[in-house]
């Protein structure tokens, strides 16, 4: 079937088949942040955005951004940049394999909620698992970003 | 030190965050083939008869390969040093199936959607036989798992597939019968422990293709490159010069990685077919088919004087090695030496183990590596025996721990050169506030607070057998490139390896260039496990900066005309040791790049001896509920010994990470079987892992002690931090409940059930 989806600002027109997930066409997009860690819809690393709200990229058909706008890690760059060097300050990001998701889930709290307290932080990215790390590291880095952010707005 | 003991960004770090694709998948050709197995759905079966025409027919299909293609050679997957100890019992398709998923057919096509076709369409007779699930009835049961007659061990780890024996060994020091008469306590119990699946976010995958020169490369996320590129060799039958191994980044490992668990399939396809070839692992095949802790049943004696002065120990471990032996024979030493060490001034030890075959999934190496079943089996049995001396289990544990400068008998006769473990136990005290909070707190709302605690060890490496080389080169314009053979995964080695040159050769961290690994290229690494690659391969780094030092100062004197010994280096110039001349770095890397300077490089390998232990201490504040069960992890207390830590951020990671996995393996982590064989929960779904929600806060200190073998004084610290949690969890349930859990994991229903039973009694 015919659609037409806007990767991070950028228009696409094609003939996909009715089954494919939004996972594997913004990766054949060449938007490779976005990862496949499992088929239940339970780690988050598949996580992008759709009209702007975070979505398991694995669980929703490419039919479905047809006529909307999809923002993958690769489409937030200086974003990502600005966060990303509170983990890597921070060495919390180990792999790296969960990164991309879970950055993608900690912008989108950082535009929905305000001052989030940590059991907000925490219950918000629940579903964005972390084999490596603890989650430490990243509740450490998620807080100094905010706080920087707090004082530079 | 300017470079090494601070926190210093992962080299990689700004690339993982902006989401690059670094990763197998990612830079595989966009033509690869798909690559996917027909798995057995029987646990014990023999293929009877198996036709691929139709599937073969499927558009799109390039080749459906079985047993009657493939060479029929045996190997093990485990990525261990030549000669393997686990034995040859491997085949890459068999006409026997001795695990639910084992492979029966390899299909490769140019779409996912006609490979699945195909997969459905492959016609396959089997002779279904009864399975032995039950690894306590194996050894000697009339179930063969390996009947084969080609079966092969390499080496003398007591295998004998005649018997369902992977290995069986002993070991023994003094008279431990003699010394328990004497103790006034003992206690005795046995432990069971649970297979757990390592769970790292990338599961296993491979890409594959020919090269320019015909000759095979492998593109894989894989911790162990060159043992990639021997038993790739072996099964397949090629020379190893044919062969060419690259690792990308990882995304996790923790052992699961140290088994070549994916490649041998696409490299089969690109064989065949000369065409690129790809094979990604779903999550449900990384968890049925993967490489996992060994399930085991371990049987601990420990006496004590009255005093509490432990005297003796006793350990019998039974392991399942599933059905093939990758890493069985290995995994099972540790849980005795690595556990009964931790208690150096016992008279008497003995240690017996088995590994047996059973019809599950083969096992393999997950951090830890045995030593975090045994740790936690020996550290429960301390804690139950300081409930019988009615003493404090820290108290307990000073008492009797190991401390520096003494023989370690059962850590094969090593002297104890650094341990901070009883520093790192004063101070895990006073952090989660111990003296107040022991045993345990009624909430007054059927809630019950309480701490509990534990040891661990680890090694740093394997002694006299792992080997860590790496090659620095001098650069026009004096900047250098570290080539390194051990695989980051993760890890950070990359950044810590150059850290620790950065430190030997005086400059700035990005004055160091990393790359790694490539087995065309790369010096020869054993590979990134065993706790190694700080201890081994970074001494490798200091030898080598040392004689790149002195080929710098040999080129600076000759282009200052003058002799070496009137010279010295600083990081930035080499100068007379008047003062009355210096040439740059920078000129001598230029120098050396034109006729007349020579070529300034250097590579040094480095083994060790001796494998020193770091230490820690762990220790837990929980909550219980007492009508549910449920234990909510409230904070967690970690105080590590590694010696120097070489980089403080990333230890600490390492520390977090691992207490998180050591949480789930002591609540809810446990592969599952139906009565059939069939793994049941093969999902994060029903495989739970720790979420943000569940670890409570886990803090993390170091008390270094060190170690003289060591670079810098470092030892390892990939691995220990995963043994404590499940004694430590124990130890705390026990304070809250009385009770005394022998099974992991201790879910809500075991603990809930125990304490209506205690409330019975
Ligand atoms: S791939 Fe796991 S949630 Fe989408
Ligand atoms: S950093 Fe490896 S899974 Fe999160």
Redesign the pocket.
């Known amino acids: 079937m015919e659609i037409k989806v806007k990767i991070n600002g950028k228009v696409y027109q094609d003939n996909i088949d009715a089954d494919m997930l939004l996972?594997d066409y913004v990766r054949s997009k060449g938007c490779y942040s976005a990862?496949?860690?499992?088929?239940?819809?339970?780690?988050?690393?598949?996580?992008v955005w759709l009209e702007g709200k975070p979505v398991?990229?694995?669980?929703v058909l490419a039919m479905k951004a047809n006529n909307k706008e999809v923002t993958t890690l690769e489409g937030l760059e200086e974003e990502a940049k600005e966060f990303g060097a509170f983990l890597a300050d921070e060495g919390a990001e180990q792999c790296g394999f969960c990164s991309p998701g879970f950055i993608m889930n900690v912008l989108a709290m950082k535009n929905e909620l305000e001052n989030p307290t940590e059991e907000e932080i925490k219950e918000y990215l629940s579903?964005n698992l972390c084999r490596c790390t603890g989650y430490m590291g990243q509740l450490r880095a998620i807080k100094k970003y905010l706080e920087q952010k707090s004082k530079g707005e | 030190m300017r470079v090494v003991n601070k926190p210093i960004r992962k080299k990689d770090a700004m690339m993982l965050v902006t989401g690059k694709p670094v990763y197998t998948q990612d830079i595989a050709p966009k033509d690869c083939l798909v690559v996917k197995l027909l798995r057995s759905p029987h646990a014990n079966a023999f293929i009877e008869d198996i036709n691929t025409t139709i599937a073969m027919k499927v558009p799109g299909i390039e080749c459906v390969l079985t047993y009657k293609d493939i060479p029929q050679k045996r190997f093990t997957m485990a990525g261990q040093s030549y000669p393997e100890p686990s034995p040859y019992d491997h085949l890459i398709l068999d006409k026997h199936l001795r695990c639910c998923g084992d492979p029966v057919a390899i299909v490769a096509g140019e779409n996912e959607k006609a490979v699945d076709r195909a997969l459905k369409l492959i016609k396959v007779k089997y002779d279904v036989r009864e399975p032995l699930l039950d690894f306590t009835k194996a050894k000697d049961n009339e179930i063969l798992v390996h009947p084969e007659e080609d079966f092969k061990a390499l080496c003398d780890v007591g295998a004998d597939n005649k018997r369902n024996l992977c290995s069986t060994g002993n070991f023994s020091y003094g008279d431990v019968n003699a010394e328990f008469e004497k103790c006034a306590h003992i206690v005795e119990r046995t432990y069971h422990t649970k297979a757990n699946s390592q769970a790292m976010m990338e599961t296993f995958r491979t890409y594959t293709h020919m090269d320019l020169y015909g000759r095979l490369n492998i593109v894989s996320s894989t911790q162990v490159p060159f043992h990639v590129r021997r038993i790739l060799a072996n099964a397949l039958d090629i020379p190893k010069s044919q062969i060419r191994v690259i690792k990308p980044r990882i995304g996790g490992g923790f052992g699961a990685k140290q088994s070549v668990v994916s490649e041998v399939f696409p490299a089969v396809v690109t064989i065949k077919t000369g065409k690129p070839a790809m094979m990604i692992f779903s999550r449900s095949e990384s968890m049925t088919n993967g490489s996992p802790r060994h399930e085991m049943q371990i049987r601990v004696k420990v006496g004590s004087d009255e005093n509490g002065v432990i005297k003796a120990i006793d350990m019998y471990t039974l392991s399942n090695a599933g059905a093939y032996g990758e890493h069985g024979p290995t995994t099972v030493g540790l849980t005795g030496h690595k556990s009964m060490s931790l208690y150096a001034g016992a008279n008497a030890y003995n240690f017996d183990y088995d590994v047996v075959y059973t019809n599950t999934m083969g096992g393999g190496a997950y951090r830890g590596y045995g030593a975090t079943q045994g740790i936690f089996a020996l550290e429960s049995a301390v804690n139950e025996l300081a409930l019988k001396l009615n003493m404090d289990p820290v108290k307990l544990r000073e008492k009797n721990m190991t401390a520096e400068g003494q023989v370690m008998e059962s850590y094969y006769g090593e002297l104890c050169a650094s341990c901070a473990l009883d520093r790192c136990m004063e101070k895990a005290k006073e952090m989660i506030g111990w003296d107040e909070k022991y045993p345990c707190k009624d909430m007054g709302n059927g809630k019950v607070r309480s701490v509990g605690v534990a040891m661990a060890m680890q090694g740093s490496g394997i002694s006299n057998v792992d080997v860590g080389a790496v090659e620095i080169k001098l650069n026009d314009d004096g900047f250098y490139t570290l080539m390194i053979g051990a695989s980051d995964m993760g890890t950070g080695c990359d950044t810590i390896l150059a850290q620790m040159a950065a430190e030997c050769l005086e400059c700035d961290i990005d004055n160091i260039i990393v790359n790694g690994v490539d087995t065309d290229q790369s010096p020869y690494d054993t590979g990134s496990y065993a706790s190694s690659t700080t201890y081994i391969t970074g001494m490798a780094v200091v030898k080598t900066c040392e004689k790149i030092r002195q080929q710098i100062l040999a080129e600076g004197a000759r282009l200052l005309k003058t002799e070496v010994e009137n010279v010295d280096f600083d990081g930035q110039k080499v100068y007379t040791l008047d003062n009355s001349s210096s040439v740059t770095l920078s000129e001598i890397g230029y120098s050396s790049y034109v006729a007349g300077g020579g070529c300034i490089t250097a590579s040094e390998s480095n083994f060790s001896p001796v494998s020193p232990p770091p230490f820690m201490v762990g220790m837990v504040e929980l909550e219980i509920d007492k009508l549910t069960g449920q234990v909510e992890i409230i904070d967690y207390v970690a105080v590590v010994d590694c010696g120097t830590v070489v980089n403080t951020n990333l230890a600490r990671v390492q520390t977090e990470g691992g207490i998180a996995q050591g949480i789930g393996m002591a609540l809810y982590e446990d592969i599952q079987y139906t009565k059939e064989g069939r793994m049941i929960n093969n999902s994060?779904m029903q495989y739970k892992i720790p979420t943000r929600l569940d670890v409570g806060k886990i803090r993390v200190e170091f008390e270094s002690s060190y170690e003289p073998t060591g670079p810098f004084g470092a030892k390892s610290i990939g691995e220990i931090v995963i043994n404590t949690p499940s004694p430590a969890i124990s130890n705390a349930i026990c304070n809250a409940t009385g009770l005394i859990m022998t099974e992991l994991p201790m879910t809500a229903e075991k603990i809930a059930m125990g304490i209506l039973e205690n409330e019975k009694n």
């Open positions: 996972l990862k496949r860690g499992c088929e239940t819809a339970n780690c988050g690393l598949c996580t398991l990229s694995c669980s579903g | 994060f």
